[in-house]
């Protein structure tokens, strides 16, 4: 791992783990935010039913996917799995988040963006690849690796029955 990938991780990772323990000790203000959010995808998936009366349940599980992954970021285990896994809950946790009445208009767009900056980060962790080949990449060489030795030998057995 690089020094910067070595700083910058456990810096990016900071806020989801704070904010995830946030969730899990006191889940009820994020429980409030994602209650409507919750009711309407029950209305578009019925089997989302049980978790729509349980928001304080998928808030714990928000708290507990941003405290697991970010600390997995922050240690460089599973980096990519984990930056997923950060977008994931912060995906829900933006898309349910209603400002408070008492802060202002310019406070909820620095919120907001700051917010959308933190997911960028981890969506640009969790396609990094450490200068590795990825997962696709390496799957495509070994096919075509596999067809040239296929091909090769193919031709080997022609000759040995001519």
């Given at each position: 791992m690089t020094l910067i990938r070595t700083i910058a991780r456990p810096l990016l990772a900071a806020p989801f783990v704070l904010g995830g323990l946030s969730r899990l000790r006191a889940p009820e203000s994020s429980a409030a935010a994602?209650?409507?959010l919750l009711a309407k995808a029950s209305r578009s998936v019925p089997a989302l039913q049980g978790?729509?009366?349980r928001p304080e349940l998928v808030a714990r599980a928000i708290g507990g996917v941003q405290v697991g992954?970010?600390?997995l970021l922050a240690l460089g285990r599973l980096p990519r799995i984990s930056s997923a896994?950060?977008?994931?809950?912060?995906a829900?946790?933006?898309?349910?988040?209603?400002p408070s009445a008492e802060s202002s208009r310019g406070d909820r767009i620095a919120s907001l963006a700051t917010q959308a900056g933190l997911t960028?980060?981890?969506?640009l962790a969790a396609v990094d690849t450490n200068g590795k080949p990825?997962?696709?990449?390496?799957a495509k060489d070994a096919g075509a690796r596999g067809?040239?030795?296929l091909a090769k030998e193919t031709r080997k057995a022609k000759k040995a029955l001519a």
């Open positions: 994602l209650r409507p978790l729509s009366d992954a970010g600390a896994l950060i977008v994931a809950s912060q829900l946790t933006l898309a349910s988040d209603r960028g980060g981890a969506l990825s997962l696709v990449w390496r067809q040239k030795f």
